[in-house]
C-alpha cells in the first residue's frame, strides 16, 4: 500500500514560480507511474502531468505545457511539479497519484495541497 504526501503549495502572484512536492512510502517507488491532477472549486479534476516509473517518458497537456514540469528522484521516493508562470486560473487542490507501471487507473492518491494564485 503506497501512501503519497504532498507539499509546496501556498499563495503566489500571478507569474510566479511554486514546487509541489510528493513523498511516497509503503511500496518499492521505481514500480510506479506518477501523474499530478488539480480540482478547482466546482470543477472536475483535471489531469496536468505524468511521468514514467524511470523519469523518462512525461507528458503535459496544453493547458500546462511549457510552464509546468513534471520530474521525480526514485532514491528519494519523491515526485516533483514544477510550476512556472502561475496564472490565476490555476488555483486549485494539487494531487500527486501513483499507479503500477503500464496501462492502469490511478489508484494511490495523496490528501492534496492547495495553490492559489493572486492576480
Known amino acids: 500500500q503506497v501512501q503519497l504526501v504532498e507539499s509546496g503549495g501556498g499563495l503566489v502572484q500571478a507569474g510566479g514560480s511554486l514546487r509541489l512536492s510528493c513523498a511516497a512510502s509503503?511500496?518499492?517507488?521505481?514500480?510506479?507511474?506518477m501523474g499530478w491532477f488539480r480540482q478547482a472549486p466546482g470543477k472536475e479534476r483535471e489531469f496536468v502531468a505524468r511521468?514514467?516509473?524511470?523519469?523518462?517518458?512525461?507528458y503535459n497537456p496544453d493547458s500546462v505545457k511549457g510552464r509546468f514540469t513534471i520530474s521525480r528522484d526514485n532514491a528519494k521516493n519523491t515526485v516533483y511539479l514544477q510550476m512556472n508562470s502561475l496564472k490565476p486560473e490555476d488555483t486549485a487542490i494539487y494531487y500527486c497519484?501513483?499507479?503500477?507501471?503500464?496501462?492502469?487507473?490511478?489508484?494511490?492518491w495523496g490528501q492534496g495541497t492547495q495553490v492559489t494564485v493572486s492576480s
Open positions: 509503503g511500496g518499492t517507488f521505481s514500480r510506479y507511474d
Open positions: 511521468i514514467s516509473w524511470s523519469g523518462v517518458s512525461t
Open positions: 497519484a501513483g499507479k503500477l507501471r503500464g496501462p492502469a487507473n490511478y489508484n494511490y
